[in-house]
């Protein structure tokens, strides 16, 4: 193994600002608030504070604590329950973050285009035609392939190279550095623009919409199967990435007061994402005269950002540039650190499971996702991210913790617990939590299976490939372990 794999944290500080940067992203900026408009306002947030404390916050630690154990990836650290075959899980979450970080690095992409576009004033005031013909060349259906939007494809190529700048560095030198440096600028940059949007002319209503609770939408399951998965992505739980970064610790970490850090700065900035986003709703309310409940008109994570915030821009003149170029940044920030703890887990699990260098491990990893993130630069590219979102970021990411959850909390002779871990926390993640996300589970393949069309055919098909594809990967690599010895007792 290189010693760039074998690079550890330069502080508990740098790993706490990498794992923010790694939760911190759309799923913060954007889509939190997108949640909360479509879920009743406060009747979001109130059950989404108290999943935090009863699933989130134990399921960081006990990735946290696996990682920080073995030191090892999420799909060799199955090989400690000596049942290889296990490994299938981990290899379920990997091909996963391959279909993740495929359009992730695109949706970053999107970001870096509108950070041009707003520094030089580009956008035009029809914001909602720019993204998505001019931008996205958006055509009618998932089938229709329509053309390659080309500012998208140059944008991927530029988030691709940052990333393999970063990550072919040590963590120390590369990932904690820039989530070091650029995270605490990025959250407290959020935190003015909540202060300037409930300044605008009807801002301040956007407390009453944000916190104002719809009691009646908590009888609805959509709310919480919304709820559990957005914090599943938000945390990035399931994937193996908290392992892929906690592997990198050292031995004096604390894991409990680290987690406990990450899941309440993660809160903190979708929370204050989401004043600043209402601010704006609230601004276009007042001043268009729109019912609050009828701004957005989709249910697209990025019509907020993308079609709604540029229209607000227009309204700033002299500073529209300015303040556009920092707000698009925020996203870039918010999404090129996601895109390095993505790329970060698959690399991790590459290395160990194929003995490969470092950054020969990087430059494969990126080479795929970038040969994939081609079908996400086409005209039917965001059709096919919300085909394969609820899979690979829903039923996907269950599947996952429950792995864990079923392959380590239970053991005795793995003692992944320590005295670090109170009593209560390990009866949540034992018992209490794989009820709740096995519910959700079969919740989820019910309302599939009753609602079959083409999206959820291929969101099926794509469970049957990876899990074939995780099965040859796991023979084929156990051959080459049982036949080499390559891992140590």
């Known amino acids: 193994m290189s010693q760039i794999s074998n690079s550890t944290w330069k502080s508990q500080t740098g790993y706490i600002w990498a794992l923010i940067g790694s939760a911190v992203g759309f799923a913060n900026v954007l889509s939190f608030s997108a949640q909360v408009y479509k879920n009743g306002g406060g009747a979001f947030l109130i059950p989404y504070f108290f999943a935090l404390f009863l699933l989130g916050i134990p399921m960081l630690i006990l990735e946290g604590k696996i990682g920080y154990k073995w030191k090892l990836p999420l799909i060799t650290t199955f090989i400690k329950t000596g049942i290889p075959r296990l490994k299938v899980i981990g290899w379920l979450s990997v091909i996963a973050c391959i279909t993740i970080g495929a359009f992730y690095i695109v949706l970053t992409g999107y970001a870096v285009s509108y950070t041009f576009f707003a520094a030089t004033k580009s956008i035009p005031e029809d914001t909602q035609n720019f993204f998505l013909h001019d931008f996205l060349h958006l055509t009618p259906s998932i089938s229709d392939f329509g053309t390659i939007s080309f500012p998208i494809l140059f944008s991927t190529i530029v988030v691709c190279l940052s990333t393999w700048y970063v990550l072919t560095r040590r963590v120390q030198d590369g990932i904690e550095k820039i989530c070091s440096f650029f995270m605490p600028i990025m959250v407290l940059i959020i935190l003015i623009f909540a202060i300037v949007s409930c300044l605008l002319p009807g801002g301040i209503n956007a407390f009453y919409y944000y916190l104002k609770p719809d009691f009646e939408k908590l009888y609805q399951p959509q709310l919480w199967r919304d709820i559990f998965g957005q914090l599943f992505f ?63 008109k989709s249910d697209s994570t990025f019509e907020i950002g993308f079609i709604l915030f540029p229209k607000i821009l227009k309204s700033f003149g002299f500073f529209e540039p300015i303040i556009g170029t920092i707000f698009f940044f ?36 990126l080479i795929i996702l970038m040969s994939f993130s081609l079908f996400f630069c086409m005209g039917n590219g965001s ?47 034992k018992f209490i939590i794989p009820i709740i996300l096995l519910v959700i589970l079969i919740s989820n393949l019910f309302s599939e299976i009753t609602h079959l069309n083409f999206a959820t055919n291929l969101r099926f098909a794509w469970l049957l490939m990876a899990l074939i594809i995780g099965n040859i990967c796991v023979t084929l690599t156990e051959k080459k372990r049982l036949s080499h010895k390559l891992y140590s007792n």
């Not at 004096?252 to 709703?281: E, H, P, Q, R, Y």
């Not at 703890?341 to 990087?362: H, P, Q, W, Y």
Request: with cysteine; proline share 2%.
């Open 234 to 296: 938000s945390l990035s739980l399931g994937l193996g990435i908290i392992i892929g970064y906690s592997r990198h610790t050292q031995k004096n970490t604390n894991i409990v007061k680290a987690m406990c850090l990450v899941a309440f700065g993660d809160f903190f900035v979708s929370f204050i994402s989401g004043i600043a986003i209402f601010g704006c709703l609230s601004h276009i309310s007042y001043v268009q005269n729109i019912p609050f409940s009828e701004i957005i």
């Open 383 to 429: 059709h096919i991210i919300d085909a394969l979102a609820p899979m690979v970021l829903g039923t996907n990411m269950l599947i996952g913790a429950l792995g864990l959850i079923l392959s380590f909390a239970y053991s005795k002779t793995l003692q992944v617990f320590d005295e670090s871990i109170p009593t209560l926390l390990q009866i949540c993640i």
């Open 330 to 365: 925020c996203i870039f920030i918010a999404g090129i650190t996601g895109v390095f703890s993505i790329v970060e887990c698959i690399v991790g699990n590459v290395e160990e499971e194929f003995r490969i260098d470092r950054k020969k491990a990087v430059g494969i990893t």
